[in-house]
C-alpha cells in the first residue's frame, strides 16, 4: 500500500514538540484555478490509511471536479513516522487539526471512515473553536465508530482481555482485514473516554450523511441510529446498506460517498 504513495509527491508536516514531535506525511490536490468549491478532508480509519481505496477513489472525484483535496497518515499509520501503539484519539486527531489548518482550506468537507468517523465529528466541534479555521460545510460519515472503545469494545473484553491490558498496557485481538492483530493499548481505551462524543448533543453546523451497512460486524448498525439521535440540530440523512459490510468498499458502496459527497458540494452551490 505505501508503495503506491510513494511514489507521489506526499509532503511532511512536523506535529507536536520535543519527545512527541511525529512526521506526517500528507498530500494535497490544489483545486482548479476556475472552481471555488469546498477541500474534500479524507480521514482513515483505525490501521487504515490514505493508500486505501476510497481514499483514492475520494481523490479520484475531486480530480475531476476541479476540488481540492486533502488527505494524510495518522502517526503509525502508513508512511507517516510514529508508534502505533503511541497512538490516541487526541493525538490522532491533533494531527487531522494541524494538517488542515497548516494547508488553510476556506472552507471543507469531511469524509471520515470508522474511527475517522470519530475524528471528524471531534474536529468539528475543535473547529468550531477556531478563528482561523476554515468554514465546515458538510460531512460523510461511513461506518462512523464514535466511542468506540468505550461502547464497542470495553463493555465486550474477556477476563484475559482485560488482565492483559493491566498487566501490559494493551491486548491483542485477531484483525479481519490483516495477519497482523489489532492492538488496543490502555492509552488509547483512557484516552477515548476523555473524546467521547455519544453523551450529549453534538452541534456539526453542517449537514451530515451517514452511510452504514446492516452485514457491519464491527460497528453494529444500531450504532448510526444512535448517533443520529445526538445530532439533533443538524440535517441529517442515513442511508443503511442492507447487504453492506464494514469497509463499505465494494463498486457500489464507493458511488453511495461519491454521491453523497457531490450532493453536499451541490448543495454549497445552490
Not at 46 to 60: F, H, I, W
Not at 79 to 91: A, H, Y
Not at 189 to 201: F, M, P, Q, S, T
Amino acid at each position: 500500500m505505501s508503495e503506491a504513495i510513494s511514489a507521489h509527491n506526499h509532503q511532511i508536516l512536523s506535529v507536536g514538540d520535543g519527545d512527541e514531535a511525529r512526521d506526517i506525511a500528507y498530500m494535497v490536490r490544489e483545486r482548479a484555478a476556475d472552481n471555488s468549491g469546498p477541500a474534500l478532508v479524507w480521514l482513515s480509519g483505525y490501521r487504515s490509511d490514505m493508500a486505501g481505496t476510497k481514499a483514492v477513489e475520494l481523490d479520484a472525484l475531486a480530480e475531476r471536479s476541479g476540488l481540492a483535496s486533502i488527505r494524510f497518515d495518522y502517526s503509525g499509520h502508513g508512511i507517516s513516522g510514529g508508534k502505533f501503539t503511541d497512538g490516541t484519539i487526541s493525538r490522532w486527531l491533533e494531527e487531522a487539526l494541524a494538517v488542515i489548518l497548516h494547508v488553510a482550506p476556506e472552507r471543507v468537507v469531511l469524509v471520515g471512515s470508522s474511527m475517522g468517523g470519530w475524528i471528524a465529528l471531534r474536529l468539528a466541534q475543535e473547529l468550531a473553536k477556531r478563528a482561523d479555521a476554515p468554514k465546515l460545510e458538510g460531512m460523510v460519515l461511513i461506518a462512523p465508530a464514535p466511542d468506540f472503545t468505550s461502547v464497542l469494545i470495553e463493555p465486550h473484553l474477556t477476563k484475559k482481555e482485560r488482565a492483559s491490558l493491566e498487566e501490559k498496557g494493551y491486548f491483542e485481538e485477531k484483525s479481519e482485514y490483516s495477519p497482523e492483530p489489532n492492538i488496543y493499548t490502555r492509552a488509547l481505551i483512557e484516552d477515548g473516554r476523555d473524546n467521547a462524543v455519544l453523551k450529549g448533543i453534538i452541534e456539526t453546523g453542517c449537514p451530515v450523511h451517514i452511510l452504514q451497512g446492516m452485514k457491519d460486524a464491527d460497528v453494529p448498525y444500531s450504532h448510526a441510529m444512535t448517533l443520529v439521535e445526538h445530532l439533533p440540530a443538524d440535517d441529517v440523512v442515513l442511508t443503511f446498506v442492507r447487504d453492506g459490510d464494514h469497509r463499505l468498499s465494494r463498486p457500489q458502496d464507493i458511488e453511495r460517498m461519491l454521491s453523497a459527497v457531490r450532493a453536499l458540494v451541490h448543495s454549497q452551490k445552490a
